[in-house]
């Protein structure tokens, strides 16, 4: 089952879970499960203007060899469960990491 929030609630939503500092939001790939950050990107050699277009959306895997896998959300296949609404498109996106660990207010 696939859940579309809106790009304000999807914010609020990951500042209450990890805080402000988008670099820490934590994700799930939905294939290998892998939890990545922003950081994690940097680190595995992504450029900072490049980050955001792949984070929640391709495994870190696409980038070293060493953690996740080689998943996309932009491929054929459609297993992810999550879609962020933005003012005039959908973006899949994958799910937060829910652990005990997250912040809470």
Same mark, same amino acid.
């Given at each position: 089952?696939? &859940? =579309?929030?809106?790009? #304000?609630?999807? #914010? $609020?939503? /990951?500042?209450?879970?990890?805080?402000? +500092?988008?670099?820490? *939001?934590?994700?799930?790939?939905?294939?290998?499960? %892998?939890?990545? %950050? @922003?950081?994690?990107?940097?680190? @595995?050699?992504?450029?900072? $203007?490049?980050?955001?277009?792949?984070?929640?959306?391709?495994?870190? /895997?696409?980038? =070293?060899? +060493?953690? /996740?896998?080689? *998943? %996309?959300?932009? /491929?054929?296949? &459609?297993?992810? %469960?999550? $879609?962020?609404?933005?003012?005039?498109?959908?973006?899949?996106?994958?799910?937060?990491?829910?652990? $005990?660990?997250?912040?809470?207010?």
């Amino acid at each position: 089952m696939r &859940t =579309t929030i809106s790009h #304000l609630d999807w #914010l $609020e939503k /990951g500042k209450r879970l990890f805080g402000d +500092d988008v670099l820490q *939001w934590r994700f799930v790939c939905p294939k290998c499960k %892998t939890i990545q %950050t @922003a950081k994690d990107l940097l680190d @595995a050699g992504v450029k900072k $203007e490049d980050v955001d277009g792949f984070l929640g959306f391709s495994c870190i /895997g696409r980038f =070293t060899k +060493d953690k /996740g896998c080689n *998943w %996309t959300l932009g /491929g054929l296949f &459609t297993i992810h %469960t999550l $879609e962020v609404q933005f003012e005039d498109s959908k973006r899949p996106i994958f799910e937060f990491d829910e652990c $005990e660990q997250s912040v809470k207010p």
